[in-house]
């Protein structure tokens, strides 16, 4: 995998890189705008002022500097002549610092002079700006509840500083990745010596601590990082579960938390916020709770909310948690179905306070005949169609450099997988491994949930897969070479969690520049699990053309296997063609609400809803063909049975469509006969070589 630049903040700052995602093509760049410090201080998370931290218990103090080797210099006359940076071998620039001039090794700083026992940050308007950071502290200890304390002024005769800035990030040694722990922006610094002290949640064991002075000079002292070790300490607050919405648009919610020994009660606060982040309305105020989970009722559907917990030992209660934003939207109520009736069926539903868009799925029940293996999907990549109608123009002999952000899919065998940086070929399914790499967009093809928890999860999985030759250079500048590699993860439902989480990671094989054929397995498959295959290491194209998944079955059991799915529609109903492989089954469908919208003060992804349960539609009942049987360029296509059968005696290529222009069928193999499922109701087009016939269902 690339080597990704390590994070630069001179002068400013620990922040994120804001690259956009489109669902229009894009371009294979890795523009990336930073965020500037207005964005990153208003989106900080609420914390709630700590007065005096040494009422909740004793000091424990990580670093103390008071910066008495910067003598040279006086206040109003720094030495602008002193440097007090070196180069450091390994190009970090937040370790730069001589260790000469402080008490501990490891500080960084940028435009910083001694000033007759203080730091002088020095800045020229719109030119230059200057910052001083701590060395990596560890403050993983006390719940990772960390405080900076400093004195700050401007020099005599200076106009107040309006603009300046603490923030502080979990560094995990100077990883390429960073934990943003939030920012302050100090109040207006005067030529008043003042004292500020700001809190942190989230500190690990190599957090740095950052002063910047954006828009005026700074004289720095007295800088102190500690720590306090709680008389009854903060639990850890999780992420809300079970978020229920009810037809009368209330919602409930449970809230859960870690148990704090001693602890007799916890202190729960449940609140919205206005646009500024100031609380507007409390669903519990100062609520006290001696359990560590509790159901909050009474919430309106679709509302943000957020919370924080304290723990009671006695007559001591705990700095509160961090702040955990409540953002959900309730899932649909499915109507019944009426009936099912010429292989068509309309599926519905109540609207959904919040939601802009709705997602919705249906199934039907395969039973295994025998025991041994079992299909779960068997999907043909190859002559895909765009259901936008773009042409499909290239080949991997023939590269497009633009990508889609993602879509579904027309045209695949089994209904749900979503695929993502991606591009349809006429010889494969494109996967563009560089915006993975550069842009850490997700490159590859995820299926929807399917059961793979049969034959104690083992999955077996086959594919065909060649990789784009490319290169990258590394943070020394050499060249490596090679091809875009296939990851094959699975995913699995944490219930406890409310959220799928990785459980396996292989690589099936290595990946060159023609097309291969790959056999591996996956071990630990559960009933609700989903399986994601990435473009990865190398910043070029991952091309598949097939992926079959299969388990070993027990005669009788059973599996549902997605047959339609619509992604992102506007409204509350969905008219569904059943196909004819769904004929004389049992179908089941499902719906999820997804939210787009925000404001500010909340977090930006797009939010799904959990899928409603599985509600069972009817039996299907689907006509067939009746009476069919065309010549086209000596082929000749018929019914028998339950089957279509073309016999293609000049071994063309076949393809089925629907009206859409959708390919529902391919089959590439020249043969010289063909058995397929009949399809569902509807108009298709079957294409044997040049020559179509349009088929009546």
């Not at 630069?8 to 489109?22: H, K, M, Q, R």
């Not at 206005?274 to 409390?282: A, K, M, Q």
């Not at 994601?532 to 059991?557: C, H, M, R, T, W």
């Amino acid at each position: 995998m690339s080597n990704f630049t390590k994070k630069l903040i001179v002068a400013g700052f620990i922040g994120c890189s804001v690259i956009p995602a489109s669902s229009q093509v894009r371009s294979r760049t890795a523009n990336a705008a930073p965020m500037t410090p207005e964005k990153e201080i208003k989106g900080a998370p609420y914390f709630k002022a700590i007065t005096n931290p040494l009422e909740y218990g004793t000091e424990v103090v990580t670093l103390n500097e008071d910066f008495s080797k910067f003598s040279t210099g006086t206040e109003d006359a720094p030495d602008f002549d002193a440097n007090i940076n070196f180069q450091n071998p390994d190009g970090i620039v937040w370790i730069n610092v001589l260790n000469e001039y402080t008490t501990m090794p490891g500080w960084g700083a940028h435009n910083a002079f001694p000033a007759g026992g203080k730091l002088f940050l020095n800045v020229v308007p719109k030119q230059e700006q200057g910052h001083v950071n701590t060395p990596m502290l560890d403050v993983s200890g006390y719940q990772g509840i960390c405080f900076i304390s400093f004195k700050a002024r401007v020099p005599n005769g200076s106009q107040p500083a309006s603009f300046a800035l603490v923030e502080a990030a979990e560094t995990f040694n100077m990883a390429p990745s960073w934990r943003n722990m939030g920012s302050f922006q100090l109040p207006e610094v005067t030529t008043e010596w003042k004292t500020f002290t700001y809190m942190f949640y989230g500190g690990g064991k190599y957090t740095i601590f950052n002063i910047v002075a954006m828009d005026a000079s700074l004289l720095i002292d007295d800088v102190k990082v500690f720590q306090i070790n709680q008389y009854a300490a903060t639990p850890t607050a999780y992420n809300h579960k079970n978020y229920k919405g009810e037809a009368n648009e209330d919602a409930q919610f449970d809230l859960r938390w870690s148990k704090v020994a001693n602890a007799d009660s916890y202190i729960i606060n449940v609140y919205s916020k206005d646009e500024t982040g100031n609380i507007t309305n409390y669903l519990l105020k100062d609520f006290s709770n001696t359990d560590t989970t509790y159901t909050v009722t009474g919430a309106h559907s679709g509302d943000i909310y957020y919370y924080t917990v304290s723990s009671k030992v006695g007559s001591h209660v705990s700095i509160p948690s961090q702040e955990v934003e409540i953002k959900d939207v309730a899932s649909p109520f499915l109507k019944p179905v009426t009936e099912i009736k010429d292989g068509k069926y309309t599926a519905s539903w109540d609207s959904v306070p919040s939601a802009e868009r709705y997602n919705y799925i249906s199934y039907y029940t395969r039973t295994a005949d025998q025991a041994g293996e079992f299909t779960i999907s068997d999907l043909n990549l190859v002559g895909l169609k765009y259901s936008n109608g773009k042409e499909v123009e290239f080949s991997i002999d023939n590269k497009d450099t633009h990508t889609f952000d993602q879509g579904v899919i027309d045209g695949m065998s089994q209904a749900g997988w979503i695929a993502k940086s991606y591009a349809i070929y006429k010889d494969a399914l494109t996967f563009d491994a560089f915006q993975y790499l550069y842009n850490h967009q997700d490159a590859g093809l995820i299926s929807p949930e399917l059961d793979l928890s049969k034959d104690n999860g083992k999955i077996k999985i086959n594919l065909t897969a060649c990789g784009e030759e490319c290169s990258y250079y590394d943070n020394n500048n050499v060249e490596h070479k090679g091809y875009t590699q296939c990851a094959v993860a699975l995913f699995n439902y944490n219930a406890e969690k409310g959220d799928y989480e990785q459980s396996e990671l292989i690589y099936p094989g290595e990946v060159k520049g023609t097309w291969q054929d790959f056999s591996c397995q996956l071990t630990t498959g559960t009933k609700r699990s989903i399986i994601g295959f990435y473009g990865v290491s190398y910043p070029g194209n991952l091309y598949l053309s097939k992926i079959k998944i299969a388990q070993d079955y027990k005669a009788g059991e059973t599996f549902n296997d997605p047959f339609f799915y619509v992604r992102w529609l506007d409204k509350k109903s969905i008219e569904v063609n059943v196909p004819y492989k769904a004929n004389q089954k049992d179908i089941y469908h499902r719906a999820q609400s997804v939210r787009v919208s925000k404001v500010s003060q909340q977090s930006i992804s797009r939010l799904e809803s959990p899928f409603s349960e599985l509600q069972y539609v009817g039996k299907a009942v689907v006509s067939g063909i009746s009476n069919t049987k065309a010549n086209i360029s000596g082929a000749t296509v018929r019914l028998e049975g339950n089957s279509i059968v073309i016999d293609n005696p000049g071994k063309e290529n076949i393809y089925v469509y629907n009206l859409t222009g959708a390919i529902v069928y391919s089959n590439t193999s020249r043969a010289a006969s063909t058995t397929l499922p009949t399809f569902g109701h509807g108009v298709f087009l079957v294409k044997v070589g040049k020559q179509t016939i349009k088929l009546t269902m």
